[in-house]
């Protein structure tokens, strides 16, 4: 993969979104996808919201209002890759390898876990009442979010951080345990904004929607906005009173969506007597100045969810692009591979550690077509070939390719075999030309410099297989 930092974080689709949820996580998020070295994924983790919410309208409005609400705030699908997490099916079949290898003493002492073991002992039920193993097995889906794409720094507040703790626990033992001297998980790392403002609701607390004291974001409109806003609890001062700023969440909110010289100018407002009807209107102007052309957008989006289905179906095939021969990595790794690489030599024998050669496999797609890889010694997928309709066709392509033998069969260049660089999905690619038809591709990368290694790799690779070929044709002949 790329060498700029990932970072990737995931948003649950129970709730309509609120203030406190652009400023704590969506303002930030797309802040920080900007930065340049910095490749972003985000997603809607759906498969977490069944977790806690069994209403199916719920959900399925969920994920459009947050999928819009994203968008809407200046989320860039050409720079993020904005997918859901229930279009991505290796996030499932990682949470499975990962569940194998996660100690159970582990998932015992998650927060989520046991205060809902806690409040059962509490209220004198059994232990176990209400919990389902989706509640149990969370921080392994968690893990497969992130580590399904080697994500460096995950941003989330304070009560994810031990999740992201546990997906490193469970990255070092998978790697441990299957690495074979090469990590195939970088160890994430929780990002937490030590600064991040958290928002106040109307009450004072901290806007949450347990609390049932949020402002919405975009739902209800402008209408709703100033109404909210008229409802923030404030003390009795009347006007001409000189208040104080710093005790009040109204002026918490308005610092939120001002800059340093405008709230101070606010502070001094209210010292001097502003009424609380009036700074409320000022607060609902500042804060709807911010909103309205954002609002706008959400409103045409809502308009038109096709048009989101569309944005987060071209996500999911981005996101899988690098998710899909990641995973076959990971499952030749524990064990999942073609049976005719089970190890056992011609001879019978047992192959030697270390001594893995370069090949061919055919598989597969969930689609129906068939497709052949070629993978370097070393396991790093260099090719993927187009799709085929018959099996056959694969493995006629990994006979000519791989077992043809060297100086027989080919020369490198014109008219015959050609790697050409490409583009794809945006990164930088190469394909496998064959008598100038395109017969596979790897990649993509987002350097050129890093295909331009691969492709040096693949022909050297290449060429090494046929020579041992050869080599293993003149002994036994
Ligand atoms: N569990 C997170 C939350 O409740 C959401 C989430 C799911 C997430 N998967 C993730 C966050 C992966 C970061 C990375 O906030």
């Given at each position: 993969?790329?060498?700029k ?9 129970t ?5 406190g ?7 930030p998020a ?6 340049p ?6 997603f ?27 968008l809407?705030a ?9 997918y ?7 996030i499932?079949?990682?949470?499975w390898l990962l ?34 193993m989706?509640?149990?097995s969370?921080p392994?889906?968690m893990?497969?979010?992130?580590l399904?794409?080697?994500?460096h720094?995950v941003?989330?507040?304070r ?5 992201i ?5 469970i990255?070092?033992r998978f ?6 001297g ?5 160890l ?14 109307l ?6 929607k ?6 919405p ?13 008229a409802?923030?609890?404030t003390?009795?001062r ?12 109204l ?13 101070e ?11 609380w009807?009036?700074?409320k209107q000022?607060?609902?102007e ?11 957008r ?16 071209q ?5 899988r ?5 990641f995973l076959?990595?990971?499952?030749a790794?524990v064990?999942?591979r073609?049976?005719?690489?089970v190890g056992?030599s ?14 061919f496999?055919?598989f597969?797609?969930r689609d129906?077509?068939f ?5 370097a ?7 993927l070939?187009?799709?085929f309709?018959r099996p ?6 990994v006979?000519v390719?791989g ?5 027989s ?6 008219n015959?075999?050609?790697?050409v660089p ?5 990164g930088h ?9 395109r ?26 297989l ?7 044709e003149?002994a036994?002949?």
């Open positions: 993969m790329s060498s930092i990932r970072i990737l974080t995931g948003i649950t689709t709730g309509t979104p609120h203030l949820n652009y400023v704590g996580a969506i303002r797309l802040a920080a996808a900007c930065k070295d910095t490749q972003a994924f985000f809607l983790a759906d498969y977490h919201a069944l977790i806690k919410c069994e209403d199916p309208e719920r959900i399925a409005r969920s994920r459009l209002e947050i999928a819009a609400t994203w809407a200046g989320l860039d699908p050409q720079h993020v890759t904005f859901r997490q229930s279009d991505i099916p290796e499932t079949e990682l949470t569940t194998c290898v996660t100690a159970k003493g582990l998932m015992n002492r998650a927060h989520a876990y046991k205060a809902a073991v806690d409040q059962n002992l509490a209220t004198g039920e059994d232990a176990d009442a209400g919990i389902s989706g509640l149990y969370y392994v889906l893990a497969a979010d992130i399904l794409f080697n994500a720094r941003p989330v507040g009560d994810q951080v031990q999740h703790e546990m997906a490193r626990d990255a070092a790697n441990h345990l299957f690495g074979a090469r990590g195939h998980f970088d994430p790392a929780a990002v937490v904004d030590e600064h991040m403002a958290t928002l106040p609701g009450d004072g607390r901290k806007m949450s347990s609390y049932n004291n949020t402002i974001l975009f739902a209800g409109g402008e209408k709703k906005l100033r109404e909210t806003i409802r923030i609890v003390d009795s009347a006007p001409g009173e000189a208040k104080d700023a710093e005790g009040s969440n002026y918490a909110i308005y610092r939120a969506f001002a800059t340093a010289a405008e709230a100018a606010f502070r001094v407002a209210l010292h001097d007597g502003l009424s009807g009036e700074a000022r607060l609902f500042r804060v709807n100045g911010e909103l309205m052309p954002l609002r706008e959400y409103e045409a989006l809502m308009a038109r969810p096709a048009e989101i289905e569309q944005i987060l179906h996500g999911a095939v981005k996101a692009a690098l998710a899909i021969p076959s990595q990971l499952r790794a064990g999942l073609p049976l005719q690489q056992v011609k001879t019978g024998k047992k192959s030697k550690k270390g001594s893995k050669q370069a090949r496999v055919t597969r797609e129906g077509h497709h052949f890889r070629f993978l010694a070393d396991g790093e997928e260099l090719l070939s187009v799709p309709e056959q066709e694969a493995g006629d392509w006979r390719l077992k043809a033998g060297g100086a069969a080919f020369i490198w260049g014109k015959s075999l050609q790697v490409t583009e794809h999905v945006g690619a190469y394909e496998l030309l064959y008598s100038s038809e017969v596979a591709m790897g990649g993509p990368w987002t350097e050129a410099k890093e295909r331009d290694v691969a492709a040096r790799k693949l022909v050297r690779e290449i060429e090494l046929w020579k041992k070929l050869d080599a293993d003149s036994s002949g």
